[in-house]
Nanobody
């Protein structure tokens, strides 16, 4: 049962920007740390970013630091991933996740994924 709903993926040229959104049920949005993972073509799923429930602590994978920004609006039950200066190697299916047990360890609740393609 999908409990997280992502949106905002698409095709963008290198150097461009996209913003992903993830909407969660109230009981999840107000309780758990949230994060983003991605799965590039032919590769395993990898950590992208994490934010605690009060936005007090934020972590990023080294590959996206300085380019991606994670944020959340608990009143809207939504987590965002602003992606700037996109590179072809950012091409992947991006998944929202809730309940991360450590910085890069996913919880049990996932979204369905949204495709991001960076290509000229």
């Amino acid at each position: 049962q999908v409990q997280l709903v992502e949106s905002g993926g698409g095709l963008v040229q290198p150097g461009g920007s996209l913003r992903l959104s993830c909407t969660a049920p109230e009981r999840i949005a107000s309780t758990y740390p949230m994060g983003w993972f991605r799965q590039p073509p032919g590769k395993g799923r990898e950590f992208v970013a994490r934010i605690t429930k009060d936005s007090g602590r934020i972590n990023y994978a080294d590959s996206v630091k300085g380019r991606f920004t994670i944020s959340r609006d608990n009143a809207k039950r939504t987590v965002y991933l602003q992606m700037n200066s996109l590179k072809p190697e950012d091409t992947a299916v991006y998944y929202c996740n809730a309940g991360l047990t450590a910085v890069d360890k996913p919880g049990d609740v996932w979204g369905q994924g949204t495709q991001v393609t960076v290509s000229s």
